[in-house]
Nanobody, 117 residues
Framework: QVQLVESGGGLVQAGGSLRLSCAASGKIFSNNAMAWYRQRPGKQRELVARITSGGSLNYADSVRGRFTISRDNAKNTVYLQMNSLKPEDTAVYYC???????????WGQGTQVTVSS
């Protein structure tokens, strides 16, 4: 079992910044990918950013250049620095950890991010 605890969501004005954190604990294999997904109102859950334990990165086109994902492997923690936030970034943000190449797949409980115009 792996547990994910997210923090850092909240309310911010457009143009502002927030930093999300997600700490993983439990039986974690060293080869994994940690990611942030989001679910906007009325939309399906979508990938925001992903980082592997080896450092490979992926970003959604809508956030590239504004959001930065990073991780601390020693702490099994992933971060999402969100700058230049827009109202359309309003969503519940979920942390995910997935064993590579295949294996476990766990989700956090989600944290609300609201960007006011």
């Amino acid at each position: 079992q792996v547990q994910l605890v997210e923090s850092g969501g909240g309310l911010v004005q457009a143009g502002g910044s927030l930093r999300l954190s997600c700490a993983a604990s439990g039986k974690i294999f060293s080869n994994n990918a940690m990611a942030w997904y989001r679910q906007r109102p009325g939309k399906q859950r979508e990938l925001v950013a992903r980082i592997t334990s080896g450092g490979s990165l992926n970003y959604a086109d809508s956030v590239r250049g504004r959001f930065t994902i990073s991780r601390d492997n020693a702490k099994n923690t992933v971060y999402l620095q969100m700058n230049s936030l827009k109202p359309e970034d309003t969503a519940v943000y979920y942390c995910n950890i997935r064993q590579l190449p295949v294996g476990y797949n766990y989700w956090g409980q989600g944290t609300q991010v609201t960007v006011s115009s």
